[in-house]
Each structure stands twice: as C-alpha cells, then as structure tokens.
C-alpha cells in the first residue's frame, strides 16, 4: 500500500482503519537501505552498481511512522508477527 497521498492518509484517519480494523496488525515500511539515503550516497551507489553490473537497489524494512511518507508500507496481521521478529 502506498503511504505518500494525503488522501489515503486522511482516509486512514478519518474512518479510524489503524484502532479498529488493523488494530492487531504490524505496520512495516519497505524503504531504501540507509547506506542510499542522502544524495552523496545515491550517487556513489548509482556508480557502484553501474561498475560492479549489479542493478538492484537495496530494500529494508523499517518502522512505520505514521507522520512520514513511504512509497510502500506493508500491514501484517498479528499471527504472523513471530516469524517477522525472528528475521
């Protein structure tokens, strides 16, 4: 689910979906590795990976902060929470 629309964050906030239908649920978002995240860094990687031949960026995920912007966010229900911490 994209987390980087006003609306979508309104909607969220408006019916309540976090304390009443994902209540349970873990909320991850899916964000660049920290090693790509300031302008330096995305150039010295872009170089990187155009050297070394490899063309996938790197993808972590991190805590969900509902203040933020997030190109993906990824809700995952409360059974499967184990085998998330233990990743």
Not at 15 to 41: C, G, Q, W
């Amino acid at each position: 689910m994209e987390w980087d629309k006003e609306i979508t964050k309104q909607q969220f906030q408006k019916l309540h979906l976090f304390e009443t239908v994902f209540d349970n649920d873990m909320i991850k978002a899916i964000t660049r590795h920290p090693d790509e995240s300031s302008l330096y860094k995305k150039m010295i990687s872009h170089f990187k990976r155009l050297f070394s031949g490899s063309k996938r960026r790197r993808w972590v995920l991190s805590n969900f902060m509902p203040e933020k912007n997030y190109r993906h966010i990824v809700l995952i229900p409360h059974e499967k929470e184990k085998v998330m911490n233990d990743l």
